[in-house]
């Protein structure tokens, strides 16, 4: 099998966040990653450190307190020098994640 392609995204975290820009660009190994990612940080931020696998600076883990459901989604690219994203990870009217195209 040959070596699966890497995704890269960016965070928005919603109203409480500042805006995310092209060095905040994240690795992911998979969708399902990103999703999870998503997840975690809206869900369990307060109370769990979340990772940041940076593609332009070295990697943290910190708290996302006060992430808004409603507006918090991640930019996914296929390439990690941005451009338009290829799709958007974000929570749907029911609170489940979705990918929109």
């Known amino acids: 099998m040959g070596k699966v392609k890497p995704y890269y995204g960016i965070w928005h ?3 409480g966040y500042g805006p995310s820009g092209l060095e905040d660009m994240e690795k992911f190994d998979s969708l399902a ?4 990612t998503l997840y975690d940080r809206c869900m369990y931020g307060g109370v769990q450190k ?6 332009y600076q070295s990697q943290v883990s910190v708290f996302t ?6 507006s918090t989604s991640i930019s ?3 390439d990690p020098e941005g451009g338009l994203p290829d799709m958007i990870v974000e929570f749907g009217p ?4 979705r ?3």
Request: with cysteine.
């Open 50 to 55: 979340q990772t940041f696998r940076y593609v």
């Open 76 to 78: 996914v690219y296929s």
């Open 94 to 97: 029911r609170c489940g994640v």
């Open 65 to 70: 307190p006060a992430v808004d459901i409603t």
């Open 99 to 101: 990918v929109r195209h």
């Open 33 to 36: 990653q990103i999703k999870r």
């Open 13 to 15: 975290g919603g109203i």
